[in-house]
C-alpha cells in the first residue's frame, strides 16, 4: 500500500513538499509516478522518477517549480511557486516491474496507487 502525504492549503506563490510512502518499507524496487486530479477533470500525469532516481521526469506545465525526487524509503514532489491552477488530489503511484532507468507517464503502468492528499492553493 501505498501512503501520499504533505498536502494542505496555501497561497499562491507558496511551496508544499509531497511525500508517498510504501507500507512495509523500502521503496527501491519501483518507479513512482505522480497524478492530480482537480475537480470536474481527468487524473493527469505530473511526474515520475525512475527505479535508479536517476531520471526525474515531470510535465510541462509544473516543469521549473516541481521537482520529484526519492531516497530508499519515501518518494518527493517539492512543490514551487504554486498556482491556483495546481489545486487537485495528488495521488502516488509505483510500478513493481519497471526497468532501472526507466521512467512512466501512463496511469496503466503503474498497478499501486495511493489514497491521494489534497492541495489546495488560493489566489
Known amino acids: 500500500q501505498l501512503q501520499a502525504s504533505g498536502g494542505g492549503l496555501v497561497q499562491a506563490g507558496a511551496s508544499l513538499r509531497l511525500s508517498c510512502a510504501a507500507s512495509g518499507g523500502m521503496f527501491n524496487d519501483y518507479a513512482v509516478g505522480w497524478f492530480r486530479q482537480a475537480p470536474g477533470r481527468e487524473r493527469e500525469f505530473v511526474a515520475a522518477?525512475?527505479?535508479?532516481?536517476?531520471r526525474p521526469y515531470s510535465t510541462d506545465s509544473v516543469k521549473g517549480r516541481f521537482t520529484i525526487s526519492r531516497d530508499r524509503n519515501k518518494v518527493y514532489l517539492q512543490m514551487t511557486g504554486l498556482k491556483p491552477e495546481d489545486t487537485a488530489a495528488y495521488y502516488c503511484?509505483?510500478?513493481?516491474?519497471?526497468?532501472?532507468?526507466?521512467?512512466?507517464?501512463?496511469?496503466?503502468?503503474?498497478?499501486?496507487w495511493g489514497q491521494g492528499t489534497l492541495v489546495t492553493v488560493s489566489s
Open positions: 503511484a509505483a510500478d513493481g516491474g519497471a526497468r532501472w532507468d526507466e521512467v512512466y507517464t501512463k496511469e496503466s503502468s503503474y498497478n499501486y
Open positions: 522518477i525512475s527505479r535508479s532516481g536517476r
